[in-house]
């Protein structure tokens, strides 16, 4: 199974620029796509889906949120942070064959 | 607007069964496959398997097959999931995720269900 590891936890400002990782055991790309996706989840609600396909912006999504990366890592940017966007945030991928994993999450913190 | 939603909360005994719904409406049921993620208290996110709402096949994860069961009731634009034999183990939120056949990303997602499993 492909594994996609994360940071747990970072702690941010409102108004600043801020990276989520995701690295996968194996690449998840394609010479047309890559595999990798990307939700938010708030406490007590289920996930959102924010990015698929690495970097196509899922329709009403603000336009702060913005994914990169090919290959085995990949990066989900929030810039800039508002107090909305508290919250944790998965990767999953779904290269190849089943199952489709996801990231252990990195949850978004005020500092 | 597209919607899932599933069933209420369930609190059952160890050994019994326990069946959640997910409910979809504002698209064309069979043209998306219906996916099963659980999420443990606190924990992150695991993908159980798919259903195939055309055909009615069901694929499962490695570590849902045996006591795990996806149906359909197409009629009424409904995929469930049945638990046997529920363990501790089993308590979790069990979400229902609209995504394309076999795979790729979700976009939709039922509100889930809490499951509690105890004596």
């Known amino acids: 199974d492909t594994v996609l590891t994360q940071s747990p936890a970072l702690a941010v400002s409102l108004g600043q620029r801020v990276t989520i990782s995701c690295k996968a055991s194996?690449?998840?790309?394609?010479?047309?796509?890559?595999?990798m996706h990307w939700y938010q989840q708030k406490p007590g609600q289920q996930p959102k889906l924010l990015i698929y396909h690495a970097s196509n912006l899922e329709s009403g999504v603000p336009a702060r949120f913005s994914g990169s990366g090919s290959g085995t890592d990949f990066t989900l940017t929030i810039d800039p942070v508002e107090a909305d966007d508290i919250a944790t945030y998965f990767c999953?991928?779904?290269?190849?064959?089943?199952?489709?994993?996801f990231g252990g999450g990195t949850k978004l913190e005020l500092k | 607007q597209i919607q899932l939603v599933q069933s209420g909360p369930e609190l059952k005994k160890p050994g019994e069964s326990v069946k959640i719904s997910c409910k979809a409406s504002g698209y064309t049921f069979t043209d998306y496959a219906m996916h099963w993620v659980k999420q443990a208290p606190g924990k992150g996110l695991k993908w159980m398997g798919w259903?195939?709402?055309?055909?009615?096949?069901?694929t499962y994860a490695d570590d849902f097959k045996g006591r795990f069961v996806f149906s359909l009731e197409a009629s009424a634009s409904t995929a469930n999931l049945q638990i046997s034999n529920l363990k501790n183990e089993d308590t979790a939120t069990y979400f229902c995720?609209?995504?394309?056949?076999?795979?790729?990303?979700?976009?939709?997602w039922g509100q889930g269900v809490m499951v509690t499993v105890s004596s």
């Open positions: 259903i195939n709402t055309y055909t009615g096949k069901p």
């Open positions: 999953q991928q779904s290269w190849n064959d089943p199952p489709w994993t």
């Open positions: 995720a609209r995504g394309e056949s076999g795979g790729d990303y979700f976009d939709y």
């Open positions: 194996e690449s998840v790309s394609s010479s047309s796509y890559s595999y």
